[in-house]
């Protein structure tokens, strides 16, 4: 069977879409969903999960990605190979906060890979850090 991977994203504004669409670009074989529109019900067919989220409030994670949080912690992906991504700005006291929080139940969790944070939209010269958390979802 292929190696399947989800890229399962929640943006606002759009930067952290327009993230998941480069990651995704690099993936080709990935799907991509908006988090309110993947259903974790069919985690279980998926070899790899990959999360982005922006950060809000004081380095929290917006509510949509909070209720994702705590659905995904309570399942059973111990062998899932994971990865978490996210934008935030660096001008706030937790920069991409809501990435620690995943990182950290992710860590005990599941496979946690790899985690990148990008400083709003993404720009080409961030390319090199895509390639690299990518290339570990790359089978
Ligand atoms: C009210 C508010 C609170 C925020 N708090 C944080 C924060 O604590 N840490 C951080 O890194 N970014 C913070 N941000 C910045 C957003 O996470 C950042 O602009 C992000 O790129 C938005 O992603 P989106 O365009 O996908 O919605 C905050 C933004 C707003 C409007």
Redesign the pocket.
């Known amino acids: 069977m292929n190696y399947r991977i989800a890229i399962v994203y929640h943006?606002?504004?759009?930067?952290?879409?327009a993230l998941a669409e480069a990651i995704g670009s690099l993936l080709p074989e990935a799907e991509l969903y908006r988090m309110s529109e993947f259903d974790l019900r069919t985690l279980p067919n998926y070899d790899a999960l990959i999360v982005g989220t922006?950060?809000?409030?004081?380095?929290e994670l917006p509510a949509k990605s909070a209720a994702f949080y705590e659905q995904l912690e309570q399942l059973p992906i111990a062998s899932l190979k994971t990865g978490v991504f996210g934008?935030?700005?660096t001008n706030?006291n937790?920069?991409?906060?809501a990435v620690d929080h995943f990182r950290d139940m992710l860590f005990a969790k599941s496979q946690l890979l790899v985690t990148l944070k990008i400083e709003?939209m993404y720009q080409d010269s961030d390319l090199s850090r895509l390639q690299k958390f990518t290339s570990l979802f790359q089978n």
Do not use: I, L
Request: with cysteine; charged share 10%.
């Open positions: 943006s606002a504004g759009g930067n952290t879409k922006y950060t809000w409030g004081n380095g934008t935030g700005e706030y937790h920069f991409c906060g709003q």
